[in-house]
């Protein structure tokens, strides 16, 4: 009777330790240049993104990232610690690397982090650039798609979604988000175009050189800015082989619009 008993506790507690959720919390760290493009060493040893269902019918749909079967928490002090993600995406084929959004209701965009795999641990790296611009409200973003593989985010990181890479985003100003409108990216998308006041501010990530060009009234109140620069300019490489836009030297020049993308 008693071995009896104590298989049926000993079932209970095996059920009650399967239905509870496995949760490990990680402080996030600044992003330091990290390759975030981890081969998995052992077999599945992967991130999955897990859907989570709303609790009511209003409700949105968000995320879970988990390893193996633990959930990953971030704590980003001052903030609370998030679990669940607005937004979940992963940046390299390999599913080691993550990019998530946590639902923070700062009145900004809310904040992104990269949840990686490094030697089969989980670390978190967040990807804030404290900002005073003083248009950072109209200006941070988010993420803005650059192609099918290429993202912007909040105009301060360039990722590619293949193999994890991430570039920081020269600023104008060091203490300034860009505070301008991504317009559109060089055909090798290393090259960003800016829309800053009447000027465009070029920047290519790889090299970090940069190029501000002033517009003329004509194109500023032409009503389609990217209209009249994609007839009116063209792409010129320099002998570091960053592109650059340039105006053209005659108006009867025909331009393939093919080398604008976006």
Do not use: H
């Amino acid at each position: 009777m008693k071995t009896t008993a104590f298989a049926i506790l000993l079932s209970i507690s095996l059920f009650a330790c399967k239905q509870g959720k496995l949760e490990n919390t990680y402080v996030s760290k600044a992003y330091q240049n990290e390759d975030f493009n981890e081969f998995p060493k052992v077999k599945n040893e992967t991130l999955n993104i897990v859907n989570v269902e709303p609790a009511t019918p209003e409700g949105k749909e968000s995320f879970n990232v988990q390893f193996k079967d633990t959930t990953v928490a971030i704590q980003d002090n001052p903030k609370p610690v998030a679990n669940q993600f607005k937004q979940a995406r992963f940046i390299n084929t390999q599913k080691t690397a993550a990019l998530v959004q946590v639902e923070d209701g700062s009145g900004l965009v809310s904040p992104f982090y990269v949840v990686a795999l490094k030697d089969g641990k989980v670390s978190v790296t967040s990807l804030y650039k404290a900002s005073e611009g003083k248009s950072d409200r109209k200006y941070t973003k988010g993420i803005e798609e650059m192609s099918l593989s290429n993202i912007i985010v909040n105009n301060d990181f360039a990722i590619a979604l293949v193999n994890g890479k991430i570039y920081p985003i020269k600023r104008q100003t060091e203490n300034e988000r860009i505070q301008g409108d991504f317009l559109f990216n060089s055909s090798d998308k290393q090259t960003l175009v800016f829309l800053t006041g009447s000027s465009l501010y070029q920047v290519n990530y790889r090299t970090g050189e940069t190029a501000t060009l002033k517009l003329p009234a004509s194109v500023m109140q032409s009503g389609n800015v990217a209209n009249e620069i994609r007839k009116g300019y063209r792409w010129a490489t320099n002998a570091k082989g960053a592109s650059f836009l340039k105006q053209n030297p005659d108006d009867d020049r025909i331009v393939d619009i093919s080398e604008f993308k976006k």
